[in-house]
């Protein structure tokens, strides 16, 4: 499986921008996916993250209420939501694939990683 994350950029505080995450092959509906963040100087971290059948999600505790997560199995697409943007979210987003029907909570484990995309939120 091949990742490309998008849609990343310049946003104002309070802002609202969708990240999509555009896998290759035919199998993404049997990987678990997540997203993750980096900031500056920071190590990465857990975002949020969605079942292979898309009824299971999980977010980490800073965005939960913010972010949402989904998947389009059809287009083989994966999404984050984000409003309410603050700049404590600055960060590169990666997407993240894991043969797995455990949700992606951790970096470790992690089968494949897509190119970041660099959102910036400024105050």
């Known amino acids: 499986v091949q990742l490309q994350a998008s849609g990343g950029g310049l946003v104002r505080a309070w802002d609202s921008l969708r990240l999509p995450c555009a896998a290759s092959?035919?199998?993404?509906?049997?990987?678990?996916m997540g997203w993750f963040r980096q900031a500056n100087g920071k190590e990465r971290e857990f975002v949020a993250a969605i079942s292979r059948s898309t009824s299971i999600t999980d977010y980490a505790d800073s965005v939960k209420g913010r972010f949402t997560i989904s998947r389009d199995n059809a287009k083989n697409t994966l999404y984050l939501q984000m409003n309410g943007l603050k700049p404590e979210d600055t960060a590169v987003y990666y997407c993240?694939?894991?043969?797995?029907?455990?949700?992606?909570?951790?970096?470790?484990?992690?089968?494949?990683w897509g190119k970041g995309t660099l959102v910036t939120v400024s105050s």
């Open positions: 092959g035919r199998t993404f509906s049997t990987y678990g």
């Open positions: 993240a694939a894991r043969y797995s029907s455990i949700l992606i909570t951790s970096a470790s484990g992690i089968d494949y």
